[in-house]
């Protein structure tokens, strides 16, 4: 199986099994929060102000749910990155011979207990905005005295399937974006310069990796991608654009292939 169509699996079996344990988890939180809305001070059906303790207890509850998702979801992660960095390894060192490469977990701390807030990988994880959105609507809901059944209605963390919609999209393009991170910054670091933009091409494929897939570059070439009309990247993300990470944008499923010089020259010269 050809490198990128490799990791491109092994990033779909994680995305598979992460799935299960955020709809395990999605139900979970469903199942306690609707126990909490048993213990709230209720008059004829009608919600009253809250002690203190309720929303103390919100906190508690998000807080052992975000746990219990870092434990589940960590390892699977881990798991795939050490299988993805072999790949990228074999990859490597079949062209260039020894290779100076540090693992994707290691790269972006990725560890059950170091997950920094205000990161990228803090942001997936946290659920403060979950349990914000619940003790905003538990307040909103006791200041109007609401009916406990529209209150029910209104907890927009089940309803919408918070956790799942929070990881449904983004943990492919989490490991996808890593695994590319990881490659360029390997390439950076021995000196790397030339890359094919590689895998297939499929029905959803974006207009600028129509373009570029299956071309050599080198890496001076993509300081002029973020300007590409192909990629119509607003103006607030371009700052943030890096080339060979990002490359199509959210989801790519594209790579940086290292190439030698002399690969790169018969290319540039057929394409
Ligand atoms: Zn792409």
């Not at 598979?16 to 126990?35: A, D, G, S, T």
């Not at 695994?179 to 950076?188: D, G, H, M, P, V």
């Not at 790579?255 to 290319?267: M, N, R």
Request: hydrophobic letters at 35%; one cysteine or more; glycine letters at 4%.
């Amino acid at each position: 199986m050809s490198y990128e169509k490799h990791i491109e699996n092994l990033t779909d079996i994680a995305n598979e099994q992460i799935q299960v344990e955020v709809v395990r988890l999605q139900l979970k939180l469903n199942r306690i929060v609707k126990q909490l809305l048993l213990l709230l001070d209720t008059e004829d059906g009608l919600v009253l102000q809250q002690k203190n303790s309720i929303y103390t207890q919100i906190q508690r509850i998000f807080s052992e749910i975000e746990l219990e998702l870092k434990e589940a979801v960590i390892p699977i992660l881990n798991e795939s990155f050490d299988s993805i960095n072999e790949v990228i390894s074999q990859e490597l060192s079949s062209k260039f011979g020894n290779i100076k490469h540090k693992s994707i977990s290691k790269r972006i701390g990725l560890t059950s207990k170091n997950i920094l807030r205000n990161t990228p990988l803090g942001q997936l994880f946290s659920l403060q905005l979950g349990a914000d959105s619940l003790k905003n609507t538990l307040t909103i809901a006791s200041s109007m005295k609401m009916d406990i059944r529209m209150l029910e209605k209104s907890i927009t963390v089940i309803d919408s399937e918070f956790l799942i919609d929070k990881f449904k999209k983004s943990i492919s393009d989490f490991i996808l974006r890593h695994s590319r991170l990881s490659i360029s910054e390997t390439a950076q670091d021995n000196g790397l310069n030339y890359f094919i933009y590689t895998n297939s091409l499929i029905s959803t494929s974006r207009p600028f990796c129509k373009e570029h897939a299956g071309k050599a570059f080198t890496i001076e070439e993509t300081k002029n991608w973020v300007n590409s009309p192909l990629l119509n990247m607003p103006e607030k993300w371009k700052p943030s654009y890096i080339p060979l990470v990002h490359m199509g944008g959210f989801n790519c499923r594209h790579f940086p292939k290292y190439i030698t010089e002399s690969t790169y020259k018969a290319l540039k010269l057929s394409q």
